[in-house]
């Protein structure tokens, strides 16, 4: 939550000061900068949306909680860094380049963008720490590859997209300046929103995953599992399921348990495990047991 409200604080005011700067300037890299950033404004809106729809309570229609809501508006801010960041940068940048022209103070928009790339670093920052302090020393790409909090993914790969793209929209201006060719303005228009294209692909791909339906986290899947083996209760663990609903995991365990002649004491055995398996992974919301005695 509070990576978004980084993101959501920094690219607000980045937002209204590219729009100025671009309607001052006539830079057309500058245009898909300001696109780009109320785009992403949009996009953290939805991701807060979609973590307030996650926290309702199960109901008849929807028993195992709304959870997945997150994935659906992470989907949805994928699309958007598509159409609307990504497809509108490139469409500027080739109307630039059919109808060259000359920038007007260039300076203001390089002012922008420099003050701009601090307050993206600093968002990114405030991202990054999130993520340490809940992979600790995990690489990045790692984490991008194995994490199911959605809203994470998203909201890295926008603060280095909007990095990258603040990046190359100002060193296409100080081109411009230095050539007085205003093509490579549009360049970097074109630049900006083929980097917003790949990032949306890549968002995209992983929150389709999360769609579809993944179980948990490698690392927290081996750890349930080692758990359930090391139970007195569990004479055997014949499989172990898990499935990512959000923040919280459903889980169904088939074993065969070491009390096998009293259905009291095989019931008690099995509240027993299914209480303490919560209680020692507390994103663990839902467990259904199912005890046999083969595989």
Known sequence: ??????????????????????????SSAM?????????????????????????RQPTPDHP???GK???????????????????????EGVHK?????PLANPWVAIIVLGVGVLLEAWSLRGCIHEI???????????????SRESELIVVMGEDIAALAGLTLALGAILLSLATGNPAFDAWG?????????VVAIGV????KALLIGQSAEPAAHAAMEQWLRQRPEVETLYNLISFQMGSYLFVAVKARMAEQQSASGLIDQINAVQDALKASFPDVRWVFFEPDDKG
């Not at 380049?97 to 022209?101: D, F, G, N, R, V």
């Not at 340490?132 to 194995?146: T, V």
Request: net charge neutral.
């Open 64 to 66: 195992l909680g709304f």
């Open 204 to 207: 995209g791909l992983e929150v």
């Open 132 to 146: 340490r302090e809940k992979a600790g020393d995990m690489p990045l790409w790692r984490y991008f590859r194995d």
């Open 1 to 26: 939550m509070s990576a978004i409200i980084y993101a959501l604080s920094a690219n607000a005011g980045i937002a209204a000061s590219k729009a100025v700067a671009a309607a001052y300037t006539g």
């Open 189 to 197: 228009s074109i630049a900006v929103g083929a980097l917003l294209v």
């Open 97 to 101: 380049l059919s109808h060259p022209e």
């Open 69 to 91: 809501a997150t994935y659906f508006w992470s989907f949805m801010v994928a699309i958007m860094l598509f159409s609307l960041g990504g497809a509108f940068s490139i469409y």
């Open 31 to 55: 245009l898909a900068e300001a696109v780009h950033s109320a785009a992403d404004c949009a996009n953290q809106l939805l991701l807060l949306l979609g973590i307030r729809q996650a926290r």
